[in-house]
């Protein structure tokens, strides 16, 4: 999960160079930043370098990324009239600096590993639509879904379509495999998490046409799993708050599971990598259908020895449970 | 939750004359903020305005508390080094004016309701000790208790000792219950949940010298509520993201359950606030052992007359469950 980042002096040395968004919209750079980890840390698949963001971007909303501020639409959809801004046709052919970015991606691959796609859910790319900005308490964007929900479902809607469209795009142009992120569904009490997240969720995984491309879903703290038993999708993620073994069973064994490991942990001493490593695969139990990742994406400053000794851990100790 | 704040006008009129820590430390304001929701919102309870950051405060930690950033101690605690600068002796002794403010609030009060006195738990508390200030990722805390768990417990140790001094302290001097805050317990895996939250909740419940006073716990984001159903307390906090009627069967009918109402419902037209207090209401069901109250602190943008609205539905929409 978002392999690439400042945490490689690498990365940092382009983008030194390059603001963060003229990087996910050069082909060359992306590209050059994906392979970065197969090589420094030896992942076992590549995860494309973007943003869940080049969607509202390509919908004509301004986007400025800050480091010290993250995310930032200068101006945010408010009300139903503020979706008439929004340019919805040809979003995917504006978007065709990533599909690019895939191509060489995997020429720089070259089949070594994998590629992940993935795009932000329609509920996460609307609270940034809506708040403008990243927020603690999401007042603004469930304002709008409690006071004119019409409109939030025709935002919804719109970012669904949209979604499906780019994802569809994403694996025509050579991804092995995509992801959809739902940062924000843990925000949402369990009728608007079904009315407002989980449907898009559903309304998408059933429009998507995979290839036998495996679709990820991680909709990051819903504590109730079973919820996202019936998506049509082959492999859920964990963020790190739940147990990996209590979620195999409450999902079911036809899907695999993705994640549980706690980013922090990464700041920890090497004993103790190894130790949370060996717990989530003793908790895992044994079998296939557990793809070993971060719960959520890895932190800036986490020192690049520690990402590589997990790799060999899981790398070490995965093999007990496939005997 | 939080009752008092800057949505009320008359608080308001008091903050602008006045900074936020003075107020905390000023029994006269303390105690008139504290209530006016009583009269001009009409909830059943009073809760002492005061931060849950009094306490290393008092331990001698400077801070500061910006409307714009939150709480920032200047100086956090980064090492077990940095342990020996608390001022652990006396604690509760120089909390004394909150002791005051809660004796003005009860002569104010004169028994029209009772008075709820609060704490933040151990591991919250030591969250902002270690962070200085608000956190995303919590890495710094975290990297702390991962690579000197010695020094965390310690800090931790220290922090339960005072948590059961102080709230044993608000009971003597007048509070009718006591909760205790864990913020910040839902960014932990379930074996540092354990390890560094719950162990210290459980410390604190066992020690104090309640006189009957409820003791109500809120460990925000616990997604497995069973793991609470064993805490020696009366009543478990619910944040809006459970279904509280199945929360009541997974702690079970010993201990009654107090929350679940988006905060952000407050912003939503009248019919929405309605709806959403009958469907908590139906989904805990019939029976005694529900405190209403809303999932997490009132917003700063909340309309006085929607929390009235609210009142008002739940007064007479909770007579059906108590036929």
């Known amino acids: 999960m978002r392999q690439a980042g400042r945490y490689l002096p690498e990365y940092r040395a382009i983008r030194?160079?390059?603001?963060?968004?003229?990087?996910?919209k050069t082909p060359e750079l992306a590209s050059e930043v994906t392979v970065q980890p197969i090589d420094i840390i030896g992942v076992d698949a590549a995860i494309l370098f973007s943003d869940i963001l080049v969607i509202p971007e390509a919908m004509g909303m301004h986007l400025e990324v800050l480091e010290s501020k993250g995310p930032v639409f200068d101006a945010p959809i408010r009300s139903r009239g503020d979706l008439q801004r929004l340019n919805i046709d040809g979003v995917t052919e504006r978007l065709n600096y990533i599909m690019d970015a895939i191509k060489m991606t995997k020429e720089k691959l070259n089949g070594r590993v994998p590629l992940i796609g993935f795009s932000g859910a329609p509920w996460t790319l609307a609270t940034y639509m809506v708040e403008g900005k990243g927020s603690k308490s999401f007042d603004t964007v469930k304002s709008l879904i409690f006071t004119d929900p019409v409109a939030a479902h025709e935002?919804?809607?719109?970012?669904?379509d949209a979604v499906v469209d780019y994802l569809n795009a994403k694996i025509r142009a050579g991804c092995d495999a995509v992801q959809i992120f739902d940062t924000w569904a843990?925000?949402?009490?369990?009728?608007d998490l079904e009315e407002f997240s989980l449907k898009y969720i559903r309304y998408i995984c059933e429009r998507l046409e995979t290839n036998d491309a495996p679709v990820i879903v991680f909709a990051k703290g819903v504590n109730d799993l079973s919820k996202l038993a019936?998506?049509?999708?082959?492999?859920?993620?964990?963020?790190?708050?739940?147990?990996?073994?209590?979620?195999r069973s409450e999902i079911g064994s036809t899907k695999a599971l993705q994640g549980n490991l706690d980013p922090c942990v990464?700041?920890?001493?090497k004993e103790k990598i190894r130790l949370e490593t060996e717990r989530i695969l003793e908790r895992f139990g044994p079998g296939e259908g557990h793809v070993f990742n971060l719960g959520h994406g890895i932190l800036p400053k986490t020192p690049v020895e520690n990402t590589q000794y997990l790799v060999s851990c899981v790398k070490e100790l995965s093999v007990r449970n496939h005997l």
Request: hydrophobic share 50%; with cysteine; charged share 20%.
């Open 16 to 24: 030194e160079k390059t603001d963060f968004l003229t990087l996910c």
């Open 186 to 191: 843990g925000i949402l009490s369990p009728g």
């Open 155 to 160: 935002l919804l809607q719109i970012l669904a």
């Open 230 to 247: 019936d998506l049509k999708c082959d492999v859920i993620g964990l963020d790190w708050t739940v147990d990996i073994g209590v979620a």
């Open 266 to 269: 990464l700041f920890a001493p």
